[in-house]
């Protein structure tokens, strides 16, 4: 069990003081967990640390590949509505 954190990354160090386990450790060009530290916050927390505070919606993922945060969930706008709002601001 392990989270992980992929390239969209932006190395903010948001989540590293956050992590229980200590776990989150700086890395080029992202953030890395450590999978043999992570818990998942399990039996710490009911939610993953790093995701509750990770503003790059899509940047954490769960041990079976999903995002913890997806498109969508910081913002509460569907992806598919933010699709059209960019492209109709790119048209002007």
């Known amino acids: 069990m392990a ?3 992929i ?3 932006v190395n903010c160090f948001a989540c590293e003081p956050v992590c229980p ?18 818990t998942e916050c399990e ?10 505070i990770c ?4 940047a954490i993922l769960n ?3 999903e995002a913890v945060n997806p ?3 910081l ?8 699709a059209e709002a960019m492209a109709e601001l790119q048209s002007h």
């Open 3 to 5: 989270v992980k954190i």
């Open 7 to 9: 390239e969209s990354c």
């Open 21 to 38: 386990s200590k776990a989150i450790y700086e890395a080029k060009p992202h953030f890395k967990v450590n999978p043999n530290k992570c």
């Open 43 to 52: 039996g710490d927390f009911p939610v993953y640390q790093c995701a509750s």
């Open 55 to 58: 503003p790059i919606e899509g």
């Open 63 to 65: 041990a079976q590949g």
């Open 71 to 73: 498109p969508g969930s």
């Open 75 to 82: 913002t509460g706008i569907p992806p598919e509505k933010m």
